[in-house]
């Protein structure tokens, strides 16, 4: 599980520091403003933004103090709750080398929140199957491994490269683009359609219960919403739409994911005929 911590840690460094346009010169640095801590004077959606970013590095590090299924070790949770806070406080210091960010004292504070959040829910409950990456040695052989290509794909094509913004503006721009500026190009809307379908086939052939699968596609498009970079389109959502009528009216009539030559691929080269 610490590899995973240590991934996510990353995974907000990545996230507070993309497009990486870095500025080293004593011009730049001379420039930047620190902005300090006025309580609730940052936007609300900045100040969730920054509350959410550390929850999950909250809760992973309270599971990782746990030790033979016992309760968690209190100094080593503290020890790495102290590394993630640290972490946040270095990522504040690197954006004095980017130009187009303004280093906060009230994102560490709302950071810092975040990872008691994190920690309090954690202690409430344990660490699901799947975050430990023993548990993924053992479930990912090499049908499992295609489906789940298969599954993120297209989610990974439109997603990529992942840098949500928090600004209301931009998303309000990137809804109103598909409200009152409607693109229905007919060649993206099928591309769109073909790989929703894809992911909801695979997705559905690994197991998954077909409610989540229902939410794969309005997850996809929601966090599009959230993207200024790849923003959302109104051929995803048509796509998106048809992709879910489609996929619905095959399960009607038998040809569920469940049901497709990808789903009986063989485990593992013992299993071929």
């Known amino acids: 599980m610490l590899p995973l911590w240590w991934l996510y840690l990353a995974f907000t460094a990545y996230g507070s520091f993309y ?8 011009e730049c640095i001379a420039a930047v403003q620190v902005q300090g801590f006025v309580p609730f004077a940052q936007s609300k959606t900045d100040i969730l933004a920054n509350i959410a970013l550390f929850v999950p590095a909250g809760m992973l590090a ?19 709750l102290l590394v993630a806070l640290g972490w946040a406080v270095a990522l504040q210091g690197v954006q004095f080398l980017l130009p187009d960010r303004v280093p906060s004292l009230g994102d560490i504070v709302w950071n810092a929140l975040g990872l008691l959040a994190g920690a309090s829910a954690a202690r409430r ?105 790849r923003a959302i389109q ?3 959502v048509a796509g998106g739409v048809a992709a879910l009528l489609l996929w619905v009216l095959l399960t009607r009539l038998g040809l569920s994911g469940r049901g497709t030559q990808l789903s009986r691929l063989p485990a593992s080269p013992a299993e071929r005929p």
Not at 65 to 75: D, F, H, L, V
Request: proline share 9%.
């Open 125 to 229: 409950t344990g660490p699901p199957a799947w975050i430990d990456i023993d548990w993924w040695r053992r479930w990912l052989d090499r049908r499992r491994a295609a489906l789940l290509a298969a599954a993120l794909a297209w989610p990974a094509a439109r997603l990529a490269p992942f840098a949500p913004t928090s600004e209301i503006s931009e998303i309000r721009a990137n809804i109103g683009r598909v409200l009152f500026r409607p693109d229905l190009s007919a060649t993206e809307l099928g591309l769109a359609a073909a790989g929703f379908l894809a992911t909801l086939w695979a997705a559905e052939a690994l197991g998954l219960p077909r409610r989540f699968c229902l939410l794969a596609v309005p997850a996809v498009l929601v966090a599009q919403a959230f993207l200024p970079g």
């Open 19 to 26: 497009p990486f346009d870095f500025c080293v010169s004593a």
């Open 234 to 236: 109104a051929w995803d």
């Open 62 to 80: 309270v599971w990782l103090a746990r030790r033979n299924g016992e309760g968690p070790s209190a100094p080593r949770a503290a020890r790495l």
